[in-house]
């Protein structure tokens, strides 16, 4: 499993943007992966997750009814749509691969290089 995201960005105070998280060896299909952001001066926090068949998924509770996290494994990509972004946000933002879908970060044994998302106002 090797992950790359993608789709950071600046964008303002209540506006939208779409993460992707891909795996380049097309072998993810069968983990749960998980969003992470850190933001600076911050300790790493989960932001959502998805189970290996997009079956389940979970959020934290400050991004619930703003984010959505999807898959297609067709294209080996899980997503993670934001919107009604708020400065809280700012972040870089990580995707991650493993057994199952949970919240510690331990859980999970693959890491992309994180994507920075700054949202201004």
């Known amino acids: 499993v090797q992950l790359q995201a993608s789709g950071g960005g600046l964008v303002q105070a209540g506006g939208s943007l779409r993460l992707s998280c891909a795996d380049s060896k097309r072998t993810f299909s069968n983990n749960a992966v998980g969003w992470f952001r850190q933001a600076p001066g911050k300790e790493r926090e989960f932001v959502a997750s998805?189970?290996?068949?997009?079956?389940?998924?979970y959020y934290t509770d400050s991004v619930k009814g703003r984010f959505t996290i999807s898959r297609d494994r067709a294209k080996n990509t899980v997503y993670l749509q934001m919107n009604n972004l708020s400065l809280e946000d700012t972040a870089v933002y990580y995707c991650?691969?493993?057994?199952?879908?949970?919240?510690?970060?331990?859980?999970?044994?693959?890491w992309g290089q994180g994507t920075l998302v700054t949202v201004s106002s």
């Open positions: 998805i189970s290996w068949n997009g079956a389940n998924t």
């Open positions: 991650a691969a493993g057994p199952r879908s949970v919240m510690q970060s331990s859980g999970y044994r693959y």
